[in-house]
């Protein structure tokens, strides 16, 4: 079986598949143009966000029979035109919950006090104590939007800091110790951080809306380690000139790589480039589970 990795895994998980007899082609900085050349050759493909699996590249893709996604989401791939081409889509959803709920708290922390904004005024030169004053987390209340994997270690993980949790989610979630779920109104008008753990579908595109953010607390705090698209940017850009918002800390953006650097012109908000799985543990662990499920659908393919 031949496969294309298109996005970078771990070497351990390339060297394990190459021992199982897979011809892997690792070809991380492969462009959509390239990608459209080469992919008719392979039987398999390997990505995680950077690359898309749109209709193009499918119906390129003659051999395909199957395309494993290193991480959680599956919105880079057309899942439905894919599926009905007979190409099955794979992914790894456990192996990176413990990396994206530990960036969700660092950023809670970073929301909290102001560690990104002071470091840049010491890179400078200053010494601002004054400016840099920040709050507590202990006891305030965090508003946890989707309960999922990444939701649940979230809330598990800021109960035990002192904070009071509050979740919701579209589904039914069993009761935990160190939470309660709620309506997702209550959690808007109660919560002084939220942070959003859902995927990007129809129904949750701008959840976080100017009407949305206007039922929110004052000063309210907000982590996206999610989607971009689920937080309407603009409205974000507007309420936090407005002081409504007190801060922000995006992972993830509507339009990745961020070409509009307009939120970033706003103190109040911290980011990265989408780095919530990018962690030594859990590529590792992704890697692990890429190279076990397509050593399984080879062999599949040989019996
Ligand atoms: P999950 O499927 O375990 O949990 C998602 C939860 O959201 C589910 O319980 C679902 O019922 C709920 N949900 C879906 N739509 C909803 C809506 N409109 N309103 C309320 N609840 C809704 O997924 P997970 O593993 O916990 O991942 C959560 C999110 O984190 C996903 O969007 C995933 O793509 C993202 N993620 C980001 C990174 C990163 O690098 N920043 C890495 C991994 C995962």
């Given at each position: 079986?031949?496969?294309?990795?298109?996005?970078?895994?771990?070497?351990?998980?390339?060297?394990?598949?190459?021992?199982?007899?897979?011809?892997?082609?690792?070809?991380?900085?492969?462009?959509?143009?390239?990608?459209?050349?080469?992919?008719?050759?392979?039987?398999?493909?390997?990505?995680?966000?950077?690359?898309?699996?749109?209709?193009?590249?499918?119906?390129?893709?003659?051999?395909?029979?199957?395309?494993?996604?290193?991480?959680?989401?599956?919105?880079?791939?057309?899942?439905?035109?894919?599926?009905?081409?007979?190409?099955?889509?794979?992914?790894?959803?456990?192996?990176?919950?413990?990396?994206?709920?530990?960036?969700?708290?660092?950023?809670?922390?970073?929301?909290?006090?102001?560690?990104?904004?002071?470091?840049?005024?010491?890179?400078?030169?200053?010494?601002?104590?004054?400016?840099?004053?920040?709050?507590?987390?202990?006891?305030?209340?965090?508003?946890?939007?989707?309960m999922?994997?990444?939701?649940?270690?979230?809330?598990?993980?800021?109960?035990?800091?002192?904070?009071?949790?509050?979740g919701y989610?579209?589904?039914?979630v069993?009761?935990?110790?160190?939470?309660q779920m709620v309506?997702?109104?209550?959690?808007?008008?109660?919560?002084?951080?939220?942070?959003?753990?859902?995927?990007?579908?129809?129904?949750?595109?701008?959840?976080?809306?100017?009407?949305?953010?206007?039922?929110?607390?004052?000063?309210?705090?907000?982590?996206?380690?999610?989607?971009?698209?689920?937080?309407?940017?603009?409205?974000?850009?507007?309420?936090?000139?407005?002081?409504?918002?007190?801060?922000?800390?995006?992972?993830?953006?509507?339009?990745?790589?961020?070409?509009?650097?307009?939120?970033?012109?706003?103190?109040?908000?911290?980011?990265?480039?989408?780095?919530?799985?990018?962690?030594?543990?859990?590529?590792?662990?992704?890697?692990?589970?890429?190279?076990?499920?397509?050593?399984?659908?080879?062999?599949?393919?040989?019996?």
């Open positions: 079986m031949k496969v294309l990795v298109c996005d970078s895994i771990s070497p351990r998980a390339v060297e394990r598949m190459r021992k199982a007899c897979l011809e892997v082609d690792v070809q991380d900085k492969i462009t959509p143009e390239e990608l459209l050349q080469v992919i008719g050759n392979y039987d398999a493909m390997v990505v995680r966000s950077r690359t898309k699996v749109r209709k193009p590249v499918i119906d390129a893709a003659k051999k395909l029979k199957v395309v494993v996604r290193g991480g959680v989401g599956v919105d880079n791939i057309d899942v439905d035109y894919a599926q009905a081409k007979g190409v099955k889509i794979m992914n790894t959803p456990g192996a990176s919950t413990h990396s994206v709920a530990e960036l969700t708290i660092a950023y809670l922390f970073a929301l909290a006090r102001p560690i990104v904004q002071a470091t840049a005024s010491m890179r400078e030169g200053q010494w601002e104590k004054a400016k840099f004053e920040g709050i507590e987390i202990q006891g305030k209340v965090l508003g946890i939007i989707g999922g994997r990444i939701g649940l270690a979230v809330a598990n993980r800021a109960a035990a800091l002192g904070m009071i949790v509050l989610d579209s589904r039914t069993g009761p935990a110790p160190f939470m309506e997702l109104d209550e959690l808007i008008a109660k919560a002084d951080f939220i942070s959003l753990h859902i995927p990007l579908t129809e129904s949750s595109h701008h959840l976080i809306n100017a009407e949305m953010i206007g039922k929110m607390k004052d000063k309210v705090r907000i982590v996206d380690c999610a989607r971009g698209g689920v937080i309407d940017e603009e409205a974000l850009y507007e309420a936090i000139r407005a002081g409504k918002v007190a801060g922000a800390a995006l992972d993830v953006f509507e339009n990745e790589p961020l070409s509009d650097r307009k939120l970033f012109e706003l103190p109040q908000v911290i980011g990265s480039p989408h780095i919530g799985a990018s962690t030594h543990e859990a590529t590792s662990r992704i890697g692990d589970e890429v190279a076990d499920i397509l050593i399984a659908v080879n062999q599949e393919g040989c019996s």
